[in-house]
């Protein structure tokens, strides 16, 4: 009897043991496979954070646009507005510049038409229910006025500084870049009107964003080789054009 009992024990550990092994080995696994799961996770993360912007954008097009409604009519997400929207641009536009209306008149001619419609209104109205009609009050509220100040003054002062900071001569190459923007800016302005300009510019940020949302991954591809391009060529025009002018500036100087 004691042998069969302690044949009985044996058998009792070895299966625990065999248990316990096989426990092990599912923690492990699980264990292994959480951390292979982590390990694709932060791989992910890595490569979305590696994946190359245009302008450094972290976040959507629609919070750079500034969200709400005017983001959802520059993306077109609200089509009917939108298309209200850019159909009264195309109306003015073809007013001023195709049928070559002018602005002084299109107000005068607007003020006679709605004072004559309000006039008649008045007078038929005596005639019909022996009372004027009461037209409603328009004022102008002087915090809407001083918002509106405000706003101005703080990109005014914003653009002030940024002239500032260029013209300084800290930055070459933000001086370099903000002549070649201010030069095609003037041979745009050469070629076009205030108005056309003013309308295409607006036709523009329209149907770009949505087009840049559309394709951005092609996008970005393109702009960032077409960066890696121009930042070879600067350091090509810095070796062989920048950093010769202070030491012709020194020569100069001494002859």
């Known amino acids: 009897m004691a042998d069969h009992a302690g044949e009985h024990e044996k058998h009792e550990s070895v299966a625990e043991s065999v248990m316990d092994k096989i426990t ?4 492990g696994s699980d264990s292994s496979s959480s951390d292979s799961d982590n ?4 791989s992910a993360s890595a490569v979305k954070a590696k994946i190359y912007r245009l302008f450094g954008r972290e976040t959507p097009v629609h919070k750079v646009l500034g969200g709400g409604k005017p983001a959802d009519i520059f993306l077109w997400r609200d089509k009917k507005t939108t298309g209200y929207v850019l159909g009264v641009a195309t109306a003015i536009w073809v007013l001023f510049e195709l049928l070559e209306y002018h602005l002084l008149s299109l107000v005068c ?4 038409l709605g004072l004559a419609i309000l006039f008649l209104w008045s007078n038929a109205s ?3 229910s022996k009372s004027r009609p009461k037209f409603p009050e328009v004022i102008i509220s002087e915090n809407v006025v001083v918002s509106v100040a405000s706003a101005l003054t703080i990109e005014f002062n914003r653009a002030f500084a940024i002239l500032r ?4 001569g800290k930055d070459l190459k933000k001086f370099l870049a903000v002549i070649a923007g201010l030069w095609v800016l003037s041979v745009l302005g050469s070629c076009f009107n205030f108005l056309t300009l003013f309308y295409t510019c607006f036709v523009l940020l329209h149907t770009v964003p949505v087009l840049y949302e559309k394709y951005e991954d092609q996008v970005d591809a393109f702009a960032e080789k077409a960066e890696h391009e121009i930042k070879k060529q600067y350091a090509v025009f810095d070796v062989k054009v920048l950093s010769k002018l202070p030491k012709a500036i020194l020569k100069y100087k001494k002859f």
């Open 24 to 27: 092990e080995k599912f923690h």
């Open 39 to 42: 390990d694709i996770k932060s």
């Open 109 to 112: 001619h607007f003020l006679i």
């Open 126 to 128: 005596t005639f019909i």
């Open 165 to 168: 900071e260029v013209a300084s």
